[in-house]
């Protein structure tokens, strides 16, 4: 059966969730500053223009980028070794793709897709959206808390990306409003091994589609891409 933890949740033990396994939620709290802060996320209400949200989005990525345990939980991810495979590792080194891919996957597996509360945006550290739901187990967000958290692990070693702001055709709006946000990844366009580089590639982790998956473009009504 799965291992757990001591202690209980509702009187149950826990099983211990991936990110236990390649970086503890103990030790990410323990390196990381923004845990010494009660748990709160920053809301604002929907009245900022998708600029200064778009602003916003980016500023977290940066400051998170920056924190030690989304650094260290990027480099567990990355680090894996195996044996059979070129180098010992299991992302070959300099495999940019495949640097974006296993950590496209991390969230993937880590960070359920759950909308906003339903009157205002809410924008949560990288670090507390995968470790402060349950310890170990990952967390939720929305499109916003997925791009923040997965640009913050891309930014943290070395990917250079925009967010990609689109209004998507739905329920048979022709005139959409801006409504999804998610990740393009400038992929490095030196010294790949698993290809020449400088591929643009889509990264929206907040639907169950596979690294490069974008809206069909007969559904996107506009489109803008904002450098992080």
Not at 77 to 102: C, F, N, Q, S, Y
Not at 180 to 193: E, M, T
């Amino acid at each position: 059966g799965p291992r757990t933890t001591p202690g209980a949740v509702f009187g149950r033990a826990r099983p211990m969730g991936e990110l236990d396994a390649v970086f503890s939620a103990q030790e990410a709290r323990r390196v990381s500053p923004v845990f010494a802060q009660p748990a709160k996320a920053t809301i604002y209400k929907n009245d900022a223009t998708i600029g200064q949200r778009a602003m916003r989005i980016r500023d977290l990525i940066r400051r998170g980028s920056r924190d030690p345990a989304v650094r260290k939980l990027a480099g567990a991810v990355l680090a894996k070794r195996a044996p059979d495979k070129p180098g010992g590792w299991t992302v070959a080194e300099k495999d940019w793709r495949g640097e974006a891919e296993a950590l496209f996957h991390a969230v993937r597996r880590n960070v359920r897709y759950t909308r906003d509360h339903r009157d205002a945006d809410t924008y949560v550290h990288p670090a507390r959206t995968l470790y402060d739901n349950v310890l170990g187990s990952g967390g939720i967000g929305d499109c916003d808390d997925m791009a923040i958290t997965l640009g913050a692990l891309l930014l943290a070693v070395g990917h250079d990306m925009s967010l990609r702001i689109v209004a998507v055709k739905q329920g048979g709006a022709e005139t959409p409003s801006w409504n999804h946000i998610y990740l393009v990844d400038r992929l490095p366009s030196g010294g790949a091994i698993a290809g020449p580089g400088g591929d643009v590639m889509a990264l929206d982790a907040s639907v169950d589609r596979p690294p490069g998956w974008e809206a069909p473009k007969n559904r996107i009504y506009k489109q803008r891409d904002i450098k992080v």
